[in-house]
């Protein structure tokens, strides 16, 4: 799928796995795929400085009782050294790399001409 940097772009993720995962995997790792995609994305439009004519594109595959997101944009990339980890007074946002981290089986970024942010999920409560 094809979204546009814009702030209706999470929700039509988030409308767009749930359509493509429904029935098709267990309801808790739908919920933990929809929230990990819906912060990937947010992501991509809050810190990206993509121009309106951009995209961000996320592929799903689902293989056996795991769910692998990936959410590519032509953004310049950033470094995961270290996890932020928001603590107690910590701002609103900056939640979504630290639930990523948390709450999937394994996720990773790779750099280039463009950026890729991917994650796993699967039943085995991780």
């Known amino acids: 799928m094809f979204l546009g940097p814009d702030a209706k772009a999470p929700g039509a993720a988030r409308r767009v796995l749930r359509g493509k995962l ?9 919920e933990r795929a ?9 992501n991509s439009v809050c810190h990206a400085g993509l121009r309106p004519e ?7 595959t689902v293989s056996g009782a795991a ?11 950033f470094d995961v050294t270290e996890v932020p980890q928001p603590g107690p007074g910590a701002p609103v946002g900056g939640w979504g790399l630290y639930l990523v981290d948390r709450l999937s089986s ?11 942010v991917w994650f796993e999920v699967n039943d085995t409560g991780r």
Do not use: Q
Request: hydrophobic share 40%; net charge negative.
């Open 22 to 30: 429904e029935g098709v995997v267990p309801p808790e790792l739908l």
């Open 34 to 42: 929809t929230l990990l995609l819906s912060e990937l994305v947010t």
């Open 54 to 60: 951009e995209h961000i594109e996320v592929t799903v």
């Open 67 to 77: 769910v692998r997101v990936e959410v590519t944009e032509p953004g310049e990339g």
């Open 106 to 116: 394994a996720w990773g970024v790779v750099g280039g001409e463009e950026t890729r």
